[in-house]
């Protein structure tokens, strides 16, 4: 079969006029056509993402049971040991990371096991968890405890469904991986925890933190207990008071505005049935004299970010994650310093210089290798640096 011509113009009669016209022609337009063929590039697109680098296989979470007789659940978590027949009697600390909303708990193991090779020494004690708390809609977990979209970010309970367990708490389960980690005989040598979340896992940690009741018995087994909570879209405070839109100081929020801004899970009204304790002086005390590392993004700064929680109870704490972030650290200098006799306060405060909304970066950076692994680790070359936020005073 034959070819189309790739040029028509010169399949025309034998006519040497013609011809010698269309010659013409096509000299004319050989530096068009040239031209056309090397278009300028389309404009840079600045809101574009770095491709996600492809991985050799994909990690494969293990299925992990907690909970008390009667009441058992399973819940999948990817791990650096095989937990159901490693030795663990040589490690000596655990470090649990919480993932954000979209439950991407291999990214956030992978970000703490980077670690882990730049600090070969602690490798070989450190145990990674990284639990994954499913999405109700989500496949591959039968079985298993689910949740319906971010629920659990403030500790709600699973759902109650056919082939489900009967519905837990988040923060449940963080109490019932703790308690299984207070185990002398599988974990002899171990003599710290570090329990890690970013973005809403981050909100997860901050609020365990001041709920929880089993920090103090886990320390009293002789285990310390570490939060280091990254960039999240809120908190919970533990008085009516809010920074002032000036910045000079704190002062109650106006109700007109936001009438449930001091409810539950921005303050402490309405506490959930989780929390034995409701007095918001005791758990503010309590709070304070646990060891609490507070990592913000110094680009963590765009108010219109899509995943930036933006109801009004957060929008009375700031406008961006960095502004409520530095916020509270600051208020919580405030209420230590308040009273006749100060309340001692157990708190490091970054700022990540030149990183955003990342868990990669955050956790990578200098602070945020030492928060995880201990001062002494070795964050990798290029790692972003921190500042210190200081205190700024009433």
């Avoid at 103090?216 to 285990?223: E, S």
């Avoid at 005791?282 to 110094?298: E, N, S």
């Avoid at 230590?336 to 309340?343: D, H, M, N, T």
């Amino acid at each position: 079969m034959r070819r189309a011509p790739i040029f028509p113009l010169l399949q025309a009669r034998p006519d040497r006029k013609r011809g010698l016209a269309a010659l013409f022609v096509l000299a004319a337009l050989a530096p068009l056509a040239a031209r056309a063929q090397t278009p300028l590039p389309d404009p840079y697109d600045y809101s574009e993402t770095a491709p996600t680098p492809k991985r050799a296989a994909p990690l494969r979470w293990q299925s992990v049971e907690l909970g008390k007789p009667g009441h058992r659940y399973k819940m999948p978590v990817y791990a650096n040991r095989d937990l159901a027949k490693d030795d663990l009697r040589n490690i000596k600390q655990v470090v649990v990371v919480i993932h954000g909303v979209k439950r991407d708990a291999d990214r956030y193991y992978e970000s703490v096991a980077a670690l882990l090779a730049h600090n070969p020494e602690r490798a070989r004690d450190t145990l990674i968890l990284a639990p994954r708390f499913s999405g109700s809609i989500d496949s591959g977990f039968g079985g298993m405890a689910a949740w319906r979209k971010a629920s659990w970010e403030d500790g709600e309970d699973s759902v109650q469904a056919a082939g489900r367990p009967a519905p837990v708490s988040s923060f449940q389960v963080l109490d019932d991986l703790l308690r299984s980690l207070d185990d002398r005989k599988r974990l002899a040598a171990l003599i710290g925890i570090v329990l890690a979340g970013h973005s809403a896992g981050g909100q997860l940690v901050q609020r365990y933190a001041v709920l929880n009741n089993i920090d103090g018995p886990l320390r009293r087994d002789g285990l310390a207990l570490r939060y280091v909570i990254a960039n999240p879209s809120s908190y919970l405070y533990l008085s009516n008071e809010r920074p002032r839109p000036d910045g000079k100081g704190y002062a109650p929020y106006e109700r007109g505005i936001c009438p449930t801004y001091n409810q539950y899970k921005y303050g402490p009204d309405k506490l959930p049935a989780y929390s034995r304790e409701t007095d918001e002086s005791k758990l503010f005390v309590r709070y304070a004299a646990r060891d609490v590392t507070y990592l913000l993004g110094g680009a963590d700064n765009n108010p219109e970010d899509r995943l930036l929680d933006k109801t009004c109870g957060a929008e009375a704490q700031g406008a961006t994650r960095l502004a409520r972030g530095t916020g509270y650290a600051q208020y919580e200098q405030v209420l230590a310093a308040r009273g006749a006799r100060p309340v001692a306060l157990h708190r490091r405060a970054f700022e990540v210089a030149g990183i955003g909304h990342n868990s990669r970066g955050m956790f990578g950076s200098v602070c945020g290798t030492r928060a995880l692994l201990g001062d002494e680790a070795q964050a990798a070359d290029g790692a972003a640096p921190c500042e210190v936020i200081k205190p700024r005073g009433k």
